[in-house]
């Protein structure tokens, strides 16, 4: 009668049509399958959102079992309490879409306590999101330029994905002025950076632009492998001295250390795409849109059973 497993991973409504609000004199389980049971309610009905009477923030999540009839209202031949009054808080967060189920995580990360988030989001729409277990991603990026292009093509792009489980991101950003002061001493005869749209400066450090193709590319080259070979085929030769920003390496040096799990990343020597290492999913340095969202799909493939759309 009832296909849905209550313990499932982050249950979410895949329309919030499906759920349905209703005003009740009473929360206890007991009174809930009582009053749902036989009532008739709209045919995309799947679940009520039970909200007592005089105070509407306290709430339960009810599932309706229906006969399978056509017809625009039939009565629910059972009913049952998904998550109990104790269980269920209630946000109110206008800049949620509750189509989206990282949406949905962001406000179940406010009620950590709870194991069933019930949301009224834009729109004055209500849905939920039921044993929440998002999806973590860590984007590991470097900057300048600033903010990080990848970071927010991530969240441009889990603003409006609803094809995609709910993810919770966390960035992982490295500055590569750090990397230039932990190698020690300042380059004495300047620093050459791949181009400058990057914006980097150094106080007291002559910085000239590869892109630019100077006369002179200085002692140190701030760079990863693409840059060394812009650098060759230009110059005819190495670097005397390069310090490597490249996301690979950095993550390689890092090792189990950074603890990331999986992680989304960007390499120059991609042209289009992306390539899968493991937990990694690296796209190219110009990344569109398109090839992150590939890239978080991907991602959270990984994850078996990581969302129970209904």
């Not at 269980?87 to 509750?98: F, I, N, P, Q, T």
């Not at 729409?125 to 277990?133: E, G, I, K, Q, T």
């Amino acid at each position: 009668m009832f296909e849905l497993d209550p313990a499932a991973p982050n249950v979410m409504p895949a329309r919030y049509r499906q759920v349905s609000v209703a005003s009740v004199p009473s929360l206890s389980p007991d009174d809930l399958v009582a009053r749902f049971t036989g009532r008739e309610a709209y045919h995309r009905t799947r679940f009520v959102i039970a909200r007592l009477d005089g105070d509407p923030e306290r709430c339960a999540l009810v599932e309706l079992a229906r006969d399978g009839s056509d017809d625009l209202f039939s009565e629910a031949v059972a009913a049952r309490v998904l998550a109990t009054a104790a269980e269920c808080a209630y946000v109110r967060d206008d800049s949620l879409d509750l189509g989206v189920g990282s949406h949905l995580a962001r406000a179940a990360a406010q009620r950590p306590d709870h194991r069933c988030v019930v949301v009224e989001g834009r729109y004055r729409h209500v849905s939920f999101l039921l044993n929440a277990d998002p999806v973590r991603v860590t984007v590991m990026d470097v900057v300048p330029p600033e903010p990080s292009k990848l970071a927010d093509q991530v969240a441009r792009v889990l603003d409006s994905a609803e094809d995609l489980p709910p993810i919770s991101v966390s960035e992982w950003i490295v500055d590569s002025r750090s990397l230039v002061a932990e190698a020690g001493s300042q380059p004495s005869e300047g620093l050459i950076v791949p181009c400058r749209g990057g914006g980097i400066e150094l106080e007291g450090v002559s910085v000239s632009h590869l892109d630019e193709r100077p006369s002179f590319a200085g002692s140190t080259l701030l760079g990863c492998e693409r840059s060394q070979q812009i650098h060759r085929w230009f110059y005819g030769t190495d670097a005397p001295r390069t310090i490597d920003w490249c996301p690979r390496r950095l993550m390689d040096a890092a090792g189990d250390a950074a603890g990331a799990g999986l992680v989304l990343s960007r390499c120059c020597m991609l042209d289009e795409g992306m390539e899968r290492h493991g937990d990694t999913v690296m796209v190219p340095w110009g990344a569109t849109l398109e090839e992150v969202r590939t890239a978080l799909h991907t991602l959270a493939g990984t994850e078996d059973g990581a969302w129970t759309p209904t």
